[in-house]
C-alpha cells in the first residue's frame, strides 16, 4: 500500500458540472481534462463526467488514451495537430480539432481522407499565443470553408488572459473582439474558461470550457472554490512514519531552515517533492495531522516533510492531508508562491491515485 494517495471525490466532480452548467444554462460543456485532469486521472475523470457534452485535451495522445477506455463523447484538441499522420489519427479517433496555425490551415487542405471534421478556428483577441489575429481570421475562415475535405462544421473560440482579475478592462476587450470577428457568420462559438463561466456573462457563448472549476478550484486570488459554490474534488494524504524529540536549539532538515526554539516533536510525513509537492513551499504552511492543524518545519525534501506537532497529538501512522476539503489547494499554493493549477497538475506518478 503506498503512503501518499491522492484522493478524488467523483461525487464533487459531478456536482462541480451541475453547478458550472447552473451557472451557464444556455451553453453547452466541454470539460477540461488536460494534463491528467489537472493530476485527477484522466480516464476516471472522463468516466465520472459522463454528463459532459464533450471533453477538451491539449495533446492527441491524451485524446487517444480517452477513446481507448471507452469515452465516446466529442473530443477537442486544443493545440490541434501537425502533420499528416497526427491528421489521420485525428480521423481516425473523431477528434475536433483547433487550429490556430496557417501551418495548420495548409495541412488541412492537402488532407485527403474521407473524414470531415469538426473544426474550432482559434481567433487570438489578445493573448498573442495561439490562434489568428481578427484581420486574418476572415481569411483563415474562407480556407477551412473552401478546403477538399470539406468540414463538417466550422466553428470559432477564443481564450481569455484575465479573466481571473475583475478589475482588468481586457477580457470586456477580448469578447468584443471576438464578437466582432464571428458576427454573421452565425457559427457556434466558445469563450469562457472557469474564470470567465464564473465572473463574465458575457463569456457564457454556446460552449463553455471549465477546467480548474471542474475540479472544486477557485481561478481567483484569495477565494476558494468553496467560496464559489464549488466542491474540492482532491484530497492529498499521506502518514506520519516518524515521530521525534528535537531538543532546543537544534534544527530539522535540508539547510537546517528550521530551528526548536523550545524542546519540542516533529512529526516526518511521507511527502516530498518527488511527489509533487512543491520545494518553494514555506515553513509555517498548516498540514493536517488528523484532527489537528500544525505547521510546516523547514525545507520540503525529496520523500519527506517535517512538521512541528509540539502542539499537537501525533503518532506514527497517523493520517495526514496536505490539501483537501479542509485546507483548500488555494491557500496551500499561496505558500508555495505558485497557483493551485500547478500543484494539482505536479501530482506525480509515484503518488496513488485513488477515485472514490
Ligand atoms: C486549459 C484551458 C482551459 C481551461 O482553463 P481553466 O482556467 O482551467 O478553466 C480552457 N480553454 C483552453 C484553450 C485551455 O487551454
Redesign the pocket.
Known amino acids: 500500500m503506498r503512503l501518499i494517495r491522492a484522493v478524488v471525490d467523483t461525487r464533487a466532480l459531478r456536482a462541480n458540472l451541475a453547478t458550472l452548467r447552473q451557472r451557464a444554462p444556455g451553453s453547452r460543456v466541454m470539460a477540461?481534462v488536460?494534463a491528467n485532469a489537472?493530476g485527477h486521472g484522466l480516464v476516471p475523470t472522463a468516466v465520472a463526467l459522463s454528463d459532459a457534452d464533450a471533453f477538451?485535451v491539449?495533446r492527441l495522445e491524451e485524446g487517444i488514451a480517452l477513446r481507448a477506455a471507452g469515452i465516446r463523447q466529442p473530443i477537442v484538441l486544443?493545440e490541434g495537430v501537425f502533420g499528416y499522420d497526427q491528421l489521420r489519427e485525428a480521423a481516425h479517433h473523431g477528434f475536433q480539432l483547433?487550429v490556430h496555425d496557417p501551418v495548420q490551415l495548409a495541412q488541412l487542405e492537402e488532407f485527403a481522407g474521407p473524414h470531415r471534421f469538426v473544426l474550432w478556428l482559434k481567433i487570438d483577441t489578445g493573448m498573442n499565443r495561439l490562434g489568428f489575429r481578427p484581420d486574418e481570421f476572415p481569411a483563415a475562415y474562407a480556407r477551412l470553408q473552401h478546403m477538399r475535405a470539406t468540414p463538417l462544421e466550422i466553428r470559432a473560440?477564443t481564450?481569455l488572459a484575465r479573466a481571473d482579475e475583475s478589475d482588468s478592462t481586457m477580457t470586456a476587450e477580448q469578447i468584443a473582439r471576438f464578437r466582432q470577428a464571428t458576427a454573421r457568420l452565425g457559427i457556434a462559438t466558445s469563450i469562457a474558461?472557469?474564470?470567465?463561466?464564473l465572473a463574465w456573462p458575457d463569456a457564457r457563448t454556446d460552449w463553455i470550457?471549465?477546467?480548474?472549476?471542474?475540479y472544486g478550484v477557485s481561478?481567483f486570488e484569495r477565494r476558494t472554490g468553496e467560496e464559489l459554490g464549488l466542491q474540492p474534488v482532491m484530497s492529498l494524504e499521506t502518514r506520519v512514519i516518524a515521530v521525534r524529540r528535537v531538543p532546543r536549539g537544534e534544527s530539522v532538515g535540508y539547510g537546517s531552515l528550521w530551528k526548536a526554539e523550545r524542546d519540542s516533536r516533529v512529526a516526518i510525513l511521507a511527502a516530498g517533492y518527488a511527489d509533487g509537492l512543491p520545494r518553494s513551499l514555506e515553513g509555517g504552511t498548516p498540514v493536517r495531522i488528523g484532527s489537528h492543524v500544525a505547521p510546516l518545519a523547514g525545507r520540503v525534501s525529496m520523500d519527506m516533510i517535517a512538521v512541528d506537532v509540539t502542539d499537537v497529538p501525533a503518532a506514527v501512522g497517523d493520517a495526514c492531508t496536505l490539501w483537501g476539503p479542509e485546507l483548500p489547494v488555494e491557500q496551500v499554493a499561496e505558500r508555495a508562491g505558485t497557483i493551485p493549477?500547478e500543484l494539482l497538475c505536479a501530482v506525480s506518478q509515484r503518488v496513488l491515485l485513488e477515485t472514490r
Open positions: 477540461v488536460k489537472y477538451a491539449a486544443l483547433v473560440l481564450h474558461n472557469s474564470a470567465g463561466v470550457r471549465p477546467g480548474l472549476a471542474l481561478p493549477y
